[in-house]
């Protein structure tokens, strides 16, 4: 992967960038557990949401989260054949790929919206995910979605007072 | 003057379709006239600004906004609008949604001017003149309005009493919708004026949608010839149905075209085109990566398909924009 030219807004202080990870009760949510049971250390910028099923991730969760200030989100689910409901993690799997597309012509770019297969067991591997995804994310730097203030602004609150 | 309520008609961005479909209530548009009184309407009869300025505040009953909010002038009309009248109605799907004019948040006021001013192949412009806000012509100073980067909702300009969704409204959720405003039957604020179900449900090919559907490909309506009968799902046409309010009676399906979405989403639904994003992934007949992005390679554009009337109504609700 090519590295990105660092943003604009990390140039002064470390920019933090602030993820929001999706991760599945029966693997990934239990590599966490076992990484701070087993006092592995991650970067801090994830922000948890234990999820029954990575197939319960509506994408409007991934869209919701990034319009709310998400740098970056992250997915963890079950490897494939290990799904506890059998095939929630491929239907995961098939709605990222549409889902990164579609981010993409948004202009989020694709090192924000990332998918890992992590087993309860994977510990180390989980933190060599997060360790590496907020380094990408941090050299994009922040992702800014806020509608910019508008040009006309000024005259816009005078006819509204008129 | 008569006694008779006042309603009024405004058009923001948009494409003149939704005054069309008013027209289209036919014989029953005089029902409509002789029950209330039109105080303006741009389109079709002549008062001005000032007729609205020198009203009383509240005095209009219902104003019916069609259009995306794109120029300054447009935002002064809506809010000039607004504190005119007790209900104010987002009519149609640029106002309630964005419509199609809501795709330019794919885009900037920049690019969009110069890809109509300079680039477009029938364009003669050696220049490069630009339309200027204000201008100097015989010694008057001329003012146009002014473009913003961004469309928006009339929600997101104003606040909206009620929605008839569609591109355009059909006649008859218009009729129902001026009926239950005369009546004072109206259904609580921030309503949309059509049945809370989707489209499916009132599909006529709504039996033939197997119950579970693997697709190895999508197709556009003009890659394929669309068999009258089947469901346009089961044939591989990304079809808005599942993702979309009812209340068209199907008018595209039964024109042998797929749903793209018009009505807008159901209540429970934030944002429509993720939620078709979702249903049409599950369809994907793989399991493997690498075939996954082939197959939903084959949505041409996901945007423009996904999100063709609701863009700005979306979580994004635009193209992000680079920060300087």
Request: hydrophobic share 35%; aromatic share 6%.
């Given at each position: 992967m090519p590295e990105t030219t660092k943003g604009p807004?990390?140039?002064?202080?470390q920019f933090e960038p602030r993820i929001v990870a999706f991760f599945c009760n029966w693997c990934t949510y239990l590599a966490a557990d076992l990484a701070g049971t087993t006092r592995i250390?991650?970067?801090?910028n994830i922000r948890v949401v234990r999820v029954m099923?990575?197939?319960?991730?509506?994408p409007q969760f991934v869209l919701d989260a990034f319009a709310k200030g998400a740098d970056g989100v992250l997915i963890g689910g079950c490897h494939p054949g290990d799904c506890h409901y059998e095939s929630g993690n491929y239907k995961t799997l098939r709605r990222f790929h549409l889902l990164r597309r579609t981010l993409r012509t948004l202009g989020?770019?694709?090192?924000r919206f990332r998918l890992e297969w992590l087993s309860a067991s994977e510990a180390e591997p989980l933190k060599a995910v997060v360790n590496d995804m907020v380094e990408k994310v941090r050299a994009l730097?922040?992702?800014?979605?806020e509608v910019p203030a508008e040009a006309f602004a000024e005259e816009a609150e005078e006819v509204a007072a008129r | 003057m008569t006694t008779k309520p006042k309603v009024a008609f405004y058009w923001c961005a948009s494409c003149g379709g939704c005054e069309e479909a008013v027209v289209d209530l036919a014989e029953q548009v005089l029902d409509v006239v002789a029950a209330v009184d039109?105080?303006?309407?741009?389109c079709a009869m002549d008062f001005k600004r000032h007729d609205v300025e020198a009203m009383a505040d509240g005095s209009i009953v219902a104003t019916f906004v069609n259009g995306a909010v794109r120029s300054t002038e447009q935002e002064e009309m809506v809010h000039l609008l607004r504190r005119k009248s007790q209900v104010l109605v987002a009519f149609g799907a640029c106002s309630h949604m964005?419509?199609?004019?809501?795709?330019?948040?794919?885009?900037?006021t920049a690019s969009l001017l110069a890809t109509a001013y300079?680039?477009?192949?029938s364009t003669v412009n050696p220049e490069g003149v630009l339309p200027q806000r204000h201008s100097e012509d015989g010694g008057r100073r001329l003012t146009l309005p002014g473009l913003y980067e961004t469309v928006r909702t009339l929600d997101q300009v104003t606040e909206v009493d009620y929605y008839l969704p569609g591109?355009?409204?059909t006649p008859k959720l218009i009729a129902a919708a001026v009926q239950a405003l005369l009546a004072g039957?109206?259904?609580?604020?921030?309503?949309?004026?059509?049945?809370?179900?989707?489209l499916c449900d009132e599909?006529?090919?709504?039996?033939?949608?197997?119950d579970t559907l693997a697709l190895a490909a999508f197709k556009r309506p003009s890659e394929v010839i669309l068999?009258?009968?089947?469901?346009l799902l089961a044939q591989g046409v990304l079809c808005m149905g599942p993702a979309t309010r009812g209340g068209c009676e199907a008018a595209c399906v039964q024109g042998n075209m797929p749903c793209t979405?018009?009505?807008?989403?159901?209540?429970?639904?934030?944002d429509q085109g993720a939620k078709a994003l979702s249903g049409f992934a599950s369809?994907?007949?793989?399991?493997?990566g690498a075939e996954i992005e082939r197959i939903t390679g084959t949505i041409a554009d996901p945007v423009g398909t996904?999100?063709?009337?609701s863009l700005p109504a979306s979580?994004?609700?635009r193209r992000r924009v680079a920060v300087s």
């Open positions: 807004a990390a140039a002064p202080a250390k991650y970067a801090p099923c990575s197939g319960r991730i509506d989020i770019e694709e090192e730097g922040p992702l800014h979605l | 039109i105080v303006f309407w741009p964005g419509g199609i004019p809501g795709l330019a948040n794919l885009s900037d300079c680039e477009s192949p591109c355009a409204p039957a109206l259904p609580p604020k921030g309503s949309v004026l059509a049945p809370d179900i989707a599909c006529p090919r709504k039996a033939s949608k197997p068999n009258e009968e089947e469901c979405g018009c009505f807008g989403p159901t209540s429970r639904v934030r369809l994907v007949a793989s399991n493997d996904l999100y063709r009337y979580l994004l609700r």
